[in-house]
């Protein structure tokens, strides 16, 4: 059973790897002829079990990539077709989950029953948001089960690619939402008659009407409350009201997984329930029924996310299995419960959550094996502990580029706390008459979120390291394998050697001389890293998105982090705008920075945040690691000349490393393309040039192309951004001179390397390609 479960979950890992999808005929001929070749294979191979166990396996990966191909092709087979993106259309139809807010608006997912025009062609699933126009034209209130007729705006879901970025459109195909899209305040938006919808006609609202009625009491119950949004999320998984600066208290001492639904309370929980049961029924079995059903009531309630499907899965396998006089061991009631998450969720392992709960979950059991009934509560809670912390470093470290140094005392405390202390007391604040559980699992989280703020005030917290190669990764494995096995085995001491690989993997840097330099995705915007030996800098920080998100806190420390940078020598703000500015802040406040060179006058609050602020002005150059750095414009009686746009004051910075040249002119238009002509039309060579101001049609002069006259040009532009940028006339000028060029939009981050006197771009999309990604369409 082992080698059949664990190749039909490695088959489904190997389809969400591929690149692309194969025809759903072969794919079925292939499942149609596993049991009569594994038939066959046992007849011909009995002398060779062996091989017996080789051939199932084989057939095992197949059939599950197989499998998880077919319900590919039907989930692409729903896009939204290019052709309808930007289109207005009308929609009829249900709000079929519980809405969520975001800043100035709502977001929720809508079920389509009717579409006009008819011939449009709209997936039946999409995630659409509703932002107020004003002040007085505030979002109506909406509620699952009501049946809407809305004016719409829609598009294929996009992400942006970035080094430790989250990707967006991997996980709308995980969710079944093959479109999204924004409704058009002028549009006749209105409430159809019927009004809401109840359970009994569409019965899977029952769940999201129930999740909406208990946040409505919680909210009412605690109303302002400093930490209400947290135990709004214990109880019905709805997060988007907890803070920004919140979550990153929780991440900085490791224990953002508790302040979500995670398999860890779920856990509890039906342990809790089953020990009431077993008080009322002193018979295991239905102790057992009664766990689970309180895990199914539980996960239900909190949305039915990926760590509470495998949780109840796995409590689904143990429950039935106790039912058998032979119960499997706890390897197979893993496998069980890993292979039935792929198969009923074939995109579940494109989630965080799924490599974390699995990782968590196996390593506890191969560190407890050879300890269970053989040390007391105390002790055996310190190795579980232990165990979790160490078990999940590898992970953590290949997800996200840091670990938290706080999470074995904070998970010590706050564990019991949360998940017997605060998810209880609030799941039975729900029930009427019992508010007071509210209030009191808000105060214990409060007291618990005071110590988690002394704790992150101590002065190292974190322990940052490059996203490790494939190499390091294994290592570190192999370490813990050895660091959790049990003692008195020969060698354990190579798992510290080995883990010591990972956790001190020496940041990837260029050679002498060479220079690497990330140009982000981070939409309408432009934020780029420049990297040489022993030095880092960012030029650029994004765009603002909203009052809590940017192209800093969103983008850039999390591609950082993945690119190993702890710390930068320098920051350029080329000019104020607010898509070249605007996570400059967030971006001070998470990395050391040594100084700021920028035009932002002196009043600016980011010149006084810093500890060193410099004018940009043409004539400043600088050495690191044998790359030269020039800056070329603007001239210093221009830095603050209000009387000239804020583009056309913007910082024009060039980079030599080994004969090639890098040139990035921010937002300059015409007027400073031509005055940058006059001044030293010889200095703009260039190999690589950020097209100025996003492809703008007030930029990329004839002239100014000649003389820069780029091997490659790079177009940093947002998905259908309502510039329309770049301009077609703009890409017709670069490719009638012959410029390679790339948009950022299309292609994500792109990194470009010079070593060994050799220019390599590498777009991010073209390194791992996945079959869902635009472009890449199944084979007929």
Sequence with gaps: MHTFLSGVVAGVLLLQCSPRLFPWGATLGVALLFPGAVLWGRQRLLPYPGLRWVLLGLMAVLLGFSYANLRAQWRLSEALPSAWEGQDVTLSGLITELPESVPNGVRFTFEVARVDPASAMVPRRLSLAWFSSGPDAPVPELHPGQHWQLHCRLKRPHSQINPGGFDFEAWSLAQGIRAVGTVQAAGDNRLLPGGTVTARQHPGLWIEQAREAVRQRIQSVLGERRWSGVVVALVVGDQSLIRQDDWQLFWITGVGHLVSISGLHITMLAGLVAQCAGGLWPSVRVRWVAGLLGALAYALLAGF????????????????????????????????????????????????????????????????????????????????????????????????????????????????????????????????????????????????????????????????????????????????????????????????????????????????????????????????????????????????????????????????????????????????????????????????????????????????????????????????????????????????????????????????????????????????????????????????????????????????????????????????????????????RYQERQIQWLRTDQTGAIALTVEKNRLTVTPARSRFPHYWEEGLTPLP
């Design 305 to 732: 996310s990926v760590p509470t499907q495998r949780t109840l899965y796995m409590i689904g396998v143990v429950t039935l299995v106790r039912f058998r006089d032979a119960p499997p061991g706890a390897l197979s009631v893993l496998l069980l419960a890993l292979a039935t998450t792929v198969v009923v969720d074939p995109w579940a392992p494109l989630s965080v959550g799924f490599w974390l709960s699995f990782g968590a979950v196996g390593a506890l059991m191969y560190a407890g094996a050879h300890t269970v009934g053989r040390e007391g509560a105390l002790k055996a809670a310190i190795h579980t502990q232990w165990s979790a912390t160490w078990a999940l470093v590898p992970l953590l470290l290949l997800l996200f580029g840091q670990v938290s140094l706080l999470s074995p005392l904070a998970n010590a405390f706050a564990i019991p706390v949360v998940s017997l202390g605060v998810v209880p007391l609030a799941l039975l604040g729900t029930i009427p008459g019992l508010g007071d559980g509210l209030i009191a699992a808000h105060q214990l989280f409060a007291a618990c979120a005071w110590a988690l703020q002394q704790m992150a005030q101590w002065p190292v917290t974190v322990w940052t390291a490059p996203t490790p190669a494939p190499v390091a990764f294994l290592a570190g494995v192999v370490g813990l394998l050895f660091l959790l096995a049990p003692k008195g085995l020969p060698g354990r001491w190579v798992g510290s050697f080995c883990l010591l690989v990972l956790l001190l993997l020496p940041r990837p840097r260029p050679e002498p001389g060479g220079v690497w330099m990330d140009v982000l995705d981070v939409g309408q915007g432009l934020a780029v890293v420049v990297r040489t030996q022993n030095h880092a800098l960012v030029y650029d920080t994004g765009p603002r998105y909203s009052a809590e998100s940017d192209g800093g806190s969103r983008v850039l420390l999390p591609a950082l982090r993945a690119l190993g940078v702890d710390h930068l020598e320098g920051l350029i703000v080329s000019h104020r705008d607010t898509d070249h500015s605007g996570g400059a802040q967030s971006l001070q406040k998470g990395i050391p920075i040594d100084w700021l060179l920028s035009s932002l006058e002196p009043a600016h609050p980011l010149v006084h945040q810093m500890r060193r602020s410099i004018p940009c002005f043409a004539g400043q150059h600088w050495e690191w690691d044998g790359v030269r750095f020039d800056i070329l414009h603007p001239l210093l009686e221009q830095v603050w000349d209000e009387e000239r746009k804020t583009n056309d004051r913007g910082c024009v910075l060039r980079i030599t490393a080994q004969g090639q040249r890098l040139l990035l002119p921010a937002d300059i238009e015409a007027l400073s393309e031509e005055e940058l002509l006059q001044r030293s039309p010889e200095a703009l060579a260039a190999e690589v040039l950020i097209a100025p101001h996003h492809g703008s049609k007030t930029s990329s002069t004839p002239g100014f192309l000649d003389a820069v006259s780029p091997r490659w040009a790079i177009f940093t532009v947002g998905y259908r951004n309502h510039f329309g940028h770049p301009k077609p006339a703009v890409v017709a």
